[in-house]
């Protein structure tokens, strides 16, 4: 079995593991790849190379999440529009696990080192998804609490590639983030992590970001998430941070 991914129509980033996950959870293992030649660039029109970004994001991020859930790719020139395409977003992946109780989940690094990452996103897209100021503080106090931190970049020109990322989350034994992006690595897996939802709160609320967890009550963790998995309802204050170490 295989399924279509419109690079037209659907983004060329994190979002594409929500895909992975739900395709291989129906055992679908083969993607193909169309319009690459149109690949979606609405969502850095304000950049001077908007096209070059989503190249960049799909060949450093989506093609090597392809590798890491062993799915094999083709990448097509023809524009399929009859083909139903198979896509989902993380409130679909909510919903097919409550259905069949199973959602695939990427496979972790069994083994332990004694650190915790902070993932730190600066985005030239969405800046109230940012992680705050407070993070560089928390670094400082878990320092002098002898835990050691490896700091994590997140951003348009991934540093890191997505397996360094990932062998990173996996040993740690604790991974401090803001929600979506890279944290996809996080909750579909059995890593253990703290993921802050931003912009849904009084002073800092975002509409777009409000709906995108519109289906989530609050203080809920993803009905597949693991007993050290858990989704921080609050802005990441130093205040928050401190509470949630």
Same mark, same amino acid.
């Given at each position: 079995m295989l399924a279509h991914y419109c690079l037209k129509t659907q983004p060329a980033q994190w979002d594409f593991a929500h895909f992975i996950v739900l395709i291989k959870s129906i055992n679908i293992n083969h993607v193909i790849?169309?319009?690459?030649?149109?690949?979606?660039?609405?969502?850095?029109?304000?950049?001077?190379?908007?096209?070059?970004?989503a190249l960049n994001r799909f060949h450093k991020i989506v093609l090597p999440l392809c590798n890491l859930a062993n799915v094999t790719?083709?990448?097509?020139?023809?524009?399929?529009?009859?083909?139903?395409?198979?896509w989902a977003l993380q409130d679909n992946a909510c919903y097919f $696990?409550?259905?069949n109780k199973y959602l695939w989940k990427f496979n972790s690094v069994k083994e332990k080192s004694n650190y915790v990452t902070f993932t730190i996103r600066n985005s030239i897209r969405n800046k109230f998804r940012d992680s705050s100021q407070?993070?560089?503080e928390f670094a400082k106090i878990l320092a002098d609490k002898k835990i050691n931190v490896k700091i994590i970049l997140d951003n348009e020109l991934n540093s890191i590639t997505v397996e360094e990322r990932?062998?990173?989350?996996?040993k740690a034994t604790m991974n401090y983030?803001?929600?979506?992006?890279p944290a996809a690595l996080l909750y579909y897996s059995d890593m253990? $992590?703290?993921?802050?939802i931003k912009g849904i709160n009084p002073g800092n609320y975002n509409e777009n970001l409000a709906k995108l967890w519109s289906s989530f009550k609050r203080d809920e963790n993803f009905p597949f998430a693991e007993a050290n998995q858990n989704l921080i309802w609050e802005e990441d204050t130093l205040e928050s941070l401190l509470k949630n170490i």
């Open positions: 790849f169309f319009n690459l030649e149109n690949i979606q660039i609405n969502k850095y029109v304000h950049c001077s190379n908007p096209k070059e970004i790719y083709e990448i097509k020139n023809y524009d399929i529009k009859e083909k139903k395409l198979i $696990y409550k259905v407070s993070w560089k990932f062998k990173l989350y996996s983030t803001v929600g979506n992006g253990p $992590y703290k993921l802050w």
